[in-house]
Structure formats: structure tokens, C-alpha cells
């Protein structure tokens, strides 16, 4: 293959994803205004904030927690098996998505409490994981956020066996308005559709949301418990000092 058809294809992912981005922010900015409030909130009231994705929806989930210019309160709510390919085969936690009763395990032996916000970031919102794992949060008092594409509830069956997707159970649903299927490339010769756009978009939400939250607490004369990069000159003091701070709610230093 020609660098020059390679550069085509190249550009054609480039548009699809900066076109997702631009529909993201411009017809989800009221569910981005309200999920980065619903943050604001809980920081301002003592409350902790938590993340959550299965297999690769995890890797938005773990990119706000411990980060440089992130929420120093965001922590990862982690399913063993099912956070990323890491598992042995892979497709276990695939399987471990499917599982009926595992997210209320993990809920009931997890220091979220009542008042508490978490993020669920679901690609399809279909299986029984993050349906269960919405449903058992909210019945425990915690505002859920989700994230995920709306088409599939209307192009896919729900494989939990209320019949009910992720979006069903949602405070506040943001959707990434990605197609079913995840591919946005084709190309003649190859017998699948390629080309995922879900992380780079969920990836993008996740951050405006924080960024929201952050403009809410500034706005109320609250400082934001923000980390700096452990890189530059002073970070770990900076973070040493937020650490100490917010000891009780910060989960992911014991």
C-alpha cells in the first residue's frame, strides 16, 4: 500500500473522530453541565467520586483516576477479571461482563456509601454488569452517570434479564453517540469494519466532565482537590499535601 493511500485512511479516522467530538460537545453539553455538577456536589458535601468501566470501557475509567490535572477523589471501582485484557484468555472478561449478581458483590464490599457519585462508562450498556452495577448503586443512594451509546437500546437486546440497558438507571445519561459495531472505516478488500472511535470519545467526555466540575466548585469559591504531574518540580509535595487532606476519601493509596 502507498504512504499516500495510507495517509488517506489515516485522515478519514481523523475526521470521523473529531466529527464525534464536535457532536459530542455540542448536543451533550446539557448532560455534560449536569454530570460535572453532580460531582461539584458530592466533593462539596463530603462525598467521594467513582469510576467504572468493563474491558475496554475501563480504560476512560482509569485515565481520571490519580491523573495529573484530575479530581485527586476520583477512585477506580474495579470488577477483578473484568478491568482490562490483563485477564487470562481475554475473553474471560468478556464472560465476567455477562455475569448476573457480580456488580452487587463488588458494591456491597466497596466503601461507596449514600451521597457518593460513580461514573459508568459502557459502550453498549447492554450487559448484566453495568446494568446491575447502576441498578445496585442507585439503590444504595449513589447519583450514577452514564456513558454510553444510545443506539444500542434501540438496535441491540439487552442481555440482563430485566431487559433493560445501562441508560435505563441513570441519574444522568451522556451519550457518546458512537454506532453499534464501533468501527467507523471500511475499506475494499477487508472483510470487516474497523477503526474504534468509543475510546477516544468516552476518553474526551470523561475529561469535560471534570473540567466542568472543577469550573462548578471554582464558581462556589471552593478549591478544586486537583493532582499535579508527579513530573514537574513540587508535584508529589503538592499531591502529598492533597493526599493528607483528603485521606478519607481517597481509596487508591491503601
Known amino acids: 500500500m502507498s504512504s499516500k493511500s495510507e495517509g488517506k485512511t489515516a485522515g478519514q479516522y481523523f475526521d470521523a473522530a473529531i466529527d464525534l467530538l464536535r457532536r459530542v460537545r455540542d448536543e451533550e453539553s446539557g448532560s455534560i453541565a449536569e454530570a460535572g455538577t453532580l460531582l461539584a456536589d458530592a466533593v462539596e458535601s463530603g462525598g467521594r467520586l467513582f469510576a467504572f468501566g468493563a474491558g475496554h470501557s475501563s480504560l476512560a475509567a482509569q485515565d481520571v483516576v490519580y491523573r495529573a490535572g484530575g479530581l485527586a477523589l476520583m477512585n477506580l471501582l474495579a470488577v477483578p477479571g473484568a478491568v482490562g485484557v490483563d485477564v487470562m484468555p481475554a475473553t474471560l472478561g468478556s464472560a465476567l461482563e455477562r455475569v448476573d449478581g457480580l456488580a452487587g458483590a463488588v458494591l456491597d464490599s466497596s466503601p461507596a456509601k449514600p451521597g457518593d457519585v460513580l461514573v459508568i462508562i ?38 440482563h434479564m430485566s431487559g433493560t440497558f445501562l441508560l ?37 467526555l470523561l475529561q469535560a466532565i471534570t473540567a466542568t466540575a472543577i469550573e462548578r466548585l471554582a464558581e462556589r469559591g471552593i478549591q478544586p482537590p486537583l493532582l499535579r504531574s508527579g513530573n514537574v518540580d513540587g508535584g508529589h509535595d503538592w499531591n502529598g499535601r492533597i493526599f493528607q487532606q483528603y485521606a478519607d476519601r481517597i481509596f487508591y493509596r491503601h
Open 168 to 204: 435505563d438507571h441513570c441519574d444522568v445519561v451522556i451519550d457518546s453517540k458512537i454506532a453499534v459495531g464501533d468501527a467507523e472505516l471500511s475499506l475494499d478488500g477487508v472483510d470487516a469494519p474497523f477503526g474504534s472511535a468509543s475510546s477516544v470519545v468516552t476518553g474526551a
Open 122 to 159: 459502557s459502550l453498549s450498556g447492554r450487559n448484566s454488569l453495568p446494568v446491575e452495577m447502576a441498578m445496585n448503586a442507585r439503590a444504595l443512594g449513589l447519583k450514577v452517570i452514564g456513558v454510553t451509546s444510545v443506539a444500542y437500546a434501540s438496535e441491540t437486546r439487552s442481555r
